[in-house]
């Protein structure tokens, strides 16, 4: 804002910020405006970032309509012939976009933008035939998140299953007459940690569970070699044995008490 405009705003006008001239703002050049001016100035920002909050990527969603709009006239729906790539050039040259950095950041959000319209728009049997998952980069993205967010609660609860088991100690038991020394191992517990313990332990089988349910077949299908699939089936092979171990275990216990 100019001297100018701030005046206006000293003396309770309101005032617009245009986001095509704004530019960032120093403390020390505004620190003594009286306070109705920073809460007016404040305001401005606040009412023109409303404006423009949700046009780029509206913006980037209609330049991939466009280029999708370009693969359909050249029948090439997965871009990569010569003159669809002559027409997209064209396109970001005419637009003359001299911030480098810019332009990448807006091609990859197209691109994103792209691959969903193009799940919306054809059919599984037209995406199969050009090879193409029927997941979008959005349904792809939100399955690596929340691939993730198990990882992150696996390893969270892994440590705490960790500090809560009681350790386990060996006392010697005094024998019985005629009897023989017995080392008998113990846990030694605070108060409230076995239920800690346990409730950790059943977290940890519910989070082990979830990430095995996660593993999708069609990428085991489509995307692993034989060599991965083989390395895959040894780990579950595993898997299954701990399982198996821990599952007769449980059945020894019941069958006990």
């Given at each position: 804002?100019?001297?100018?405009?701030?005046?206006?705003?000293?003396?309770?006008?309101?005032?617009?910020?245009?986001?095509?001239?704004?530019q960032?703002?120093?403390?020390?050049?505004?620190?003594?405006?009286?306070?109705?001016?920073?809460?007016?100035?404040?305001?401005?920002?606040a009412?023109?970032?409303?404006?423009?909050?949700?046009?780029?990527?509206?913006?980037?969603?209609?330049?991939?309509?466009?280029?999708?709009?370009?693969?359909?006239?050249?029948?090439?729906?997965?871009?990569?012939?010569?003159?669809?790539?002559?027409?997209?050039?064209?396109?970001?040259?005419?637009?003359?976009?001299?911030?480098?950095?810019?332009?990448?950041?807006?091609?990859?959000?197209?691109?994103?933008?792209?691959?969903?319209?193009?799940?919306?728009?054809?059919?599984?049997?037209?995406?199969?035939?050009?090879?193409?998952?029927?997941?979008?980069?959005?349904?792809?993205?939100?399955?690596?998140?929340?691939?993730?967010?198990?990882?992150?609660?696996?390893?969270?609860?892994?440590?705490?299953?960790?500090?809560?088991?009681?350790?386990?100690?060996?006392?010697?038991?005094?024998?019985?007459?005629?009897?023989?020394?017995?080392?008998?191992?113990?846990?030694?517990?605070?108060?409230?940690?076995?239920?800690?313990?346990?409730?950790?332990?059943?977290?940890?089988?519910?989070?082990?569970?979830?990430?095995?349910?996660?593993?999708?077949?069609?990428?085991?299908?489509?995307?692993?070699?034989?060599?991965?699939?083989?390395?895959?089936?040894?780990?579950?092979?595993?898997?299954?044995?701990?399982?198996?171990?821990?599952?007769?275990?449980?059945?020894n216990?019941?069958?006990?008490?």
């Amino acid at each position: 804002m100019s001297a100018k405009e701030v005046a206006r705003l000293r003396d309770g006008e309101m005032t617009h910020v245009d986001a095509a001239s704004v530019q960032a703002l120093d403390l020390e050049a505004i620190e003594n405006e009286p306070t109705p001016a920073l809460i007016a100035r404040g305001a401005a920002y606040a009412r023109e970032y409303a404006l423009i909050e949700h046009k780029p990527a509206l913006l980037a969603q209609n330049i991939a309509t466009v280029l999708l709009a370009l693969r359909k006239q050249h029948d090439d729906w997965l871009g990569r012939s010569y003159p669809y790539r002559q027409d997209v050039a064209e396109v970001y040259r005419t637009a003359n976009v001299s911030d480098k950095e810019q332009l990448t950041r807006l091609q990859a959000n197209v691109r994103y933008h792209v691959g969903n319209m193009l799940r919306r728009h054809l059919t599984p049997r037209e995406l199969k035939a050009l090879e193409l998952h029927d997941a979008s980069p959005l349904e792809r993205q939100q399955d690596r998140r929340a691939t993730d967010a198990t990882i992150l609660r696996a390893t969270k609860v892994s440590a705490e299953v960790k500090a809560s088991t009681p350790k386990t100690t060996q006392t010697t038991k005094k024998p019985s007459k005629g009897g023989q020394t017995e080392i008998v191992p113990t846990q030694a517990s605070a108060p409230g940690t076995s239920v800690k313990a346990t409730a950790d332990h059943l977290r940890l089988a519910n989070v082990a569970a979830s990430i095995v349910g996660q593993l999708d077949v069609d990428v085991i299908d489509g995307h692993m070699t034989d060599g991965q699939r083989a390395k895959l089936d040894d780990e579950l092979a595993e898997m299954e044995r701990t399982v198996r171990r821990l599952r007769r275990h449980l059945k020894n216990s019941r069958s006990e008490g």
